[in-house]
């Protein structure tokens, strides 16, 4: 089951801080000035300045609008968790931190690719019918059901881009597939392709990216997960926008052609 619900407790924990930063990412608000800050500095600024005139954005009062002005359960039972805690300050200004560069991340993103918001947190239910192995018990089973949501589907112009929100670094493992494990960005993949008719040519990637911790650089929450070797070549911001590295001569690297497809 790849959905996780939320989990009310007194205690602030992986589980309620993702489900937060899920609520405020997925908040029409949010969405709207990301695309709307995308746009302006887009039309506005050459490329050697984007990255200046991001970092000048003043987010943090926007964002303690959208967590005091908001009807979203998950973000106001946050909040009440951190406002039980004896170092309440110390929490609300770090997650805030995290949340105005996660911002700052997507504004940048967009701005380079020229990809938007398509859908979030999109729900849905599969079944597969093939045989799979628990690898734990060794149980076999005929028919397996996934439920879960996607946390987020972008597009530009036919092509679709698919990212998967982790608060850790995560990669994309073939191993791990070839050992017969589920990947979830490649069930995402699966899933938009079979519920919007899309053919591979019209699916960029499907990403996985980690949520900034408010200190680290930019670059180290570059999309990571699995692209479309084709479509990649049409664009020159790869290097820019996530870990696909290609040769001067617009070949993907040889360590990285497990992560095209």
Known sequence: ILLLNDILTNEINVANEGNFFHAIMDDNRVKEFIENESDRISKLYDEGEIDEKISLLDIKPFLNNIINRNENATISNFMLIIFGQKSNHYFLDNIIKRLENAIKIEIKYMV????????TELPFSMTLTDDFKNIESGDIYKKVKIIGKIDRVDKKGKNFLVIDYKRSKKDFSLKEILRGNISQIISYLYIIMKENGLKSTDVFGSFYREISDGTSSDKKFRLRGIVN?????????SS???FIRVTKKGKI????????Y
């Open 112 to 119: 380079i690719t020229g990809y938007r918001f398509f859908v």
């Open 240 to 242: 820019e926008v996530m």
């Open 253 to 260: 690297r040889s360590s990285d052609t497990h992560k095209s």
């Open 229 to 237: 070797e084709d479509l990649i070549f049409l664009e020159n911001y």
